[in-house]
């Protein structure tokens, strides 16, 4: 149990109402403005359903719900519904990306070498069985390559100065049919080509000793053949969504009400790890992004708020760069904040933590601290992190923080990250901290302090 000032004066008041009427409070109160706002917070927080985020986060995380994949489009449809029975016109918006698939046969015999080697793949190398002469091609700059003799060739180029998918086009370009490309520092390497692209041809890559054993053998035989032996690597354009729901300004007829310009976004991704149910990761941040969703849409406020699950976080932030990347310069000017939630609601992990890319404060941090101060008379404490769906709002210069726990708990990615590992309090307890935050932001003048 947490302890909270706010909730013992909530008590108090409440316990009291029963033997007297509320103006008997005022003493509570500064003036009157303050008791109606003060009791408007009260019913708000307390309407806040642990249950309902439970059993959302129970229907979620039944199976991993990876970006791209059946599962994905069920939770999709799962969160659409949820986000409509509260009286929203839900969006639902695809995106597209590459969907990779490592090969499972990675072979390269060098004829008369007698060193042993162990190559490597590199991400987005494509499968393909190819012999060849090996031609040594320096760093595989395009004018160390003009004057070689490539075609039907398998070359031998170095790491460094320009990156792999650079040298590999020089090389496709010039008519080779594979590349060895071995490491420029000592130690074990993961190569990535970046993207996936038509023109590429099969490729391993070495250690920097192999790379240079091979080098001093090709030059004392020029004659090397090799043969490249790549299987299963695929490379398929998939699709991923991101689930929108928006809140207008409250009573814009109203005159009493004055419409603010302002957005603000709450996000949270729903995928999931391969092999991971994702109990904490995310449907937590997902199970509280609705019910946020749920309790805003009928507190009249000044600002528009968006409710949003992204996909494909767990494949680099993909939905929510999609998602920043078509927004209109105009919009980005107008969002005012995003608070992210990811992993919110386990019971293994540490303490609420909020994280900005700079580890400064903002408009967030802000509102978020001064909230938790009053809830539970600390505030949230402000750490650097860049591991979320808040990093491109924040490149985009949008204030930004993400909420989660401190440390991780053990099950993290793991298949153990299931509903019996989510805390009720925890949910609330960060479901209260952002509404409170939220509804200092945005509250209508006439409930205003
Ligand atoms: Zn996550």
């Not at 390269?108 to 069985?129: N, Q, R, W």
């Not at 209109?328 to 995003?338: D, V």
């Not at 949008?398 to 793991?414: D, S, V």
Request: charged share 25%; hydrophobic share 40%.
């Amino acid at each position: 149990m947490k302890y909270s000032i706010y909730k013992i004066v909530i008590t108090a008041i409440i316990g009291l109402c029963v033997i007297a009427p509320i103006a008997t409070f005022a003493t509570y109160y500064t003036n009157s403005q303050d008791e109606k706002s003060t009791n408007l917070e009260i019913n708000i927080l307390q309407s806040i359903d642990d249950d309902n985020m439970y059993k959302n986060i129970k229907s979620l995380s039944k199976k991993p719900r990876v970006a791209g994949t059946e599962q994905e489009d069920e939770a999709v449809g799962y969160i659409k519904k949820q986000f409509d029975s509260y009286g929203y016109k839900t969006e639902v918006q695809t995106f597209t990306f590459n969907d990779y698939t490592a090969p499972h046969t990675i072979e390269l015999t060098l004829d008369g070498f007698i060193h042993i080697v162990d190559p490597s793949a590199l991400e987005y190398s494509v499968s393909g069985h190819v012999v060849g002469e090996v031609i040594p091609a320096g760093l595989g700059k395009v004018k160390e390559l003009q004057h070689l003799d490539l075609a039907g060739k398998i070359v031998l180029i170095k790491r460094g100065d320009i990156s792999f998918k650079e040298k590999m086009l020089n090389a496709a370009k010039k008519g080779a049919a594979g590349v060895i490309f071995y490491n420029n520092a000592p130690g074990d390497i993961m190569g990535s080509l970046g993207e996936a692209n038509d023109s590429f041809i099969p490729a391993v890559l070495l250690t920097q000793a192999e790379g240079e054993k091979l080098v001093k053998q090709v030059k004392n035989n020029p004659d090397t053949q090799a043969t490249l032996n790549i299987e299963g690597a695929k490379s398929i354009t998939n699709i991923s969504h991101n689930v929108i729901a928006t809140k207008k300004p409250s009573n814009q007829n109203n005159s009493k009400i004055k419409a603010k310009h302002d957005i603000i976004v709450i996000s949270a991704h729903h995928d999931s790890v391969a092999g991971a149910p994702g109990a904490n990761d995310n449907a937590s941040g997902t199970a509280m992004t609705l019910e946020l969703a749920r309790i805003f849409k009928t507190i009249p406020s000044d600002t528009e708020i968006r409710f949003i699950t992204f996909g494909a976080e767990e494949l680099g932030l993909l939905g929510s760069n999609h998602y920043v990347d078509q927004l209109s310069a105009n919009e980005i000017g107008r969002i005012k904040a995003n608070f992210n939630l990811d992993m919110v609601g386990s019971k293994d992990a540490g303490k609420l933590t909020l994280e900005t890319i700079d580890d400064k404060p903002n408009l967030v941090t802000e509102l978020t601290q001064a909230a938790s101060l009053k809830l539970n008379g600390k505030p949230t404490p402000v750490n650097q992190g860049d591991r979320s769906d808040h990093v491109p709002f924040a490149k985009a210069g949008i204030p930004a923080a993400l909420f989660i726990h401190n440390p991780a708990e053990p099950w993290y990615h793991k298949p153990e990250d299931k509903i019996d590992k989510i805390s009720k309090a925890k949910l609330q307890d960060v479901a209260e901290i952002v509404t409170l935050a939220i509804m200092n932001q945005t509250r209508v003048e006439h409930y205003a302090k």
